[in-house]
Nanobody
């Protein structure tokens, strides 16, 4: 239902762009976000964007990461610049979707994509 891509190995200071596309029957999408789980640590919120385009970021990524969405493609992006070794984690997308007009909002998670930043 959510297909994430774009992870990989990059040197410190480099950039990556993650994508996450929602598929299937979709009536409406509300909040879209990215989380990450560093090795041996708990999952944490990285960035989120509302249907109206309002964004918020974790303090650790402000000024370096940018979240955006393409509503026509049901896709959310995370542009990651000036990457640091501490950004190494599995990144997950999270999207609130209403499949049909009569449905309630449901929370979906992508499968995760690994980002490794070498020093």
């Amino acid at each position: 239902q959510l297909q994430a891509s774009g992870g990989g190995l990059v040197q410190a200071g480099g950039s990556l762009r993650l994508s996450c596309a929602a598929s299937g029957s979709i009536f409406s999408i509300n909040r879209m976000g990215w989380y990450r789980q560093p090795p041996g640590m708990q999952r944490e919120s990285v960035a989120a964007i509302t249907s109206g385009g309002s964004t918020n970021y974790a303090d650790s990524v402000k000024g370096r990461f940018t979240i955006s969405r393409d509503n026509a493609k049901n896709t959310v992006y995370l542009q990651m610049n000036s990457l640091k070794p501490e950004d190494t984690a599995v990144y997950y997308c999270n999207v609130d979707i209403r499949r049909v007009a009569s449905d309630r909002w449901r929370d979906y998670w992508g499968q995760g994509t690994l980002v490794t930043v070498s020093s």
